[in-house]
């Protein structure tokens, strides 16, 4: 199993443009969700999903969009990057959803983005 | 709403010390779930530990040790011996039952082992 992939790893946009920000996992994990890190305040979510078709917002979901269209990829939309989007954002995957027991998420290495 | 506080900015200790960090959080639910993640250099986010809020038991792994206390709403992370391998940033994680799996993370504690 590959885990939870991300691509690019690297990413430098200008202000105005638009990227796709690559998220798929192996583990046929139902939930899928992207987390943004910034210093000094931890992981905030942005958006998440609990299955193939749903999605929903998170803490910070403004200036994103997301769609689930199958199990295994969760893309994420910058439709007009701005500099505040300059951040290391992160995918993750478990296998539960809204009920029963939370498992251990797992996460992507990772995609550091900045927008000049 | 759910919120967790890891007071400690940055703990700077030598090696060998013992070395506790601090989570505290805040939620409605009765029934949650918290989480300790450590991030090393390279970046990546470690699973270390899932409690669920009706298992109050100490855990120990090796030299890692967990402290919940639901009377004080805390799940302080203890590291015996550390050592400069150590050296990373540590997040606390919680998630409520009727959030689902979002997860809601501390600030998180850099923590810097010297040899």
């Known amino acids: 199993n590959a885990g939870v992939t991300q691509t690019p790893k690297f990413q430098v946009l200008k202000t105005g443009q638009s990227m796709t920000l690559q998220c798929a996992q192996d583990?046929?994990?139902?939930?899928m969700s992207w987390y943004r890190q910034d210093p000094g305040m931890g992981l905030r979510l942005i958006h998440y999903?609990?299955?193939?078709?749903?999605?929903d917002q998170g803490e910070v979901p403004n200036g994103y969009n997301v769609s689930r269209s199958t199990t295994e990829d969760f893309p994420l939309r910058l439709l007009s990057a701005a500099p505040s989007q300059t951040s290391v954002y992160f995918c993750a995957s478990s296998s539960s959803s809204t009920s029963g027991p939370l498992n251990e998420q797992f996460f992507g290495p990772g995609t550091r983005l900045t927008v000049l | 709403a759910q919120k967790v506080t890891q007071a400690q900015t940055e703990i700077s200790v030598v090696e060998k010390e013992d070395v506790t960090l601090d989570c505290v959080y805040e939620t409605r639910d009765t029934t949650y779930y918290l989480f300790w993640y450590k991030q090393p250099p390279s970046g990546e986010l470690v699973f270390l530990i899932r409690?669920?809020?009706?298992?109050?038991q100490n855990e120990i792994s090796g030299r890692y040790s967990w402290n919940f206390q639901k009377s004080t709403s805390s799940f302080n992370f203890t590291i015996t011996a550390s050592q400069v391998v150590d050296s990373a940033v540590y997040f606390c994680?919680?998630?409520?039952?009727?959030?689902?799996?979002?997860?809601?993370f501390g600030e998180g504690t850099q923590l810097t082992v010297n040899p």
């Open positions: 994680a919680l998630s409520e039952e009727t959030s689902g799996s979002r997860l809601t």
């Open positions: 583990m046929n994990h139902e939930y």
């Open positions: 409690r669920n809020s009706f298992d109050e």
């Open positions: 999903s609990v299955g193939a078709g749903i999605t």
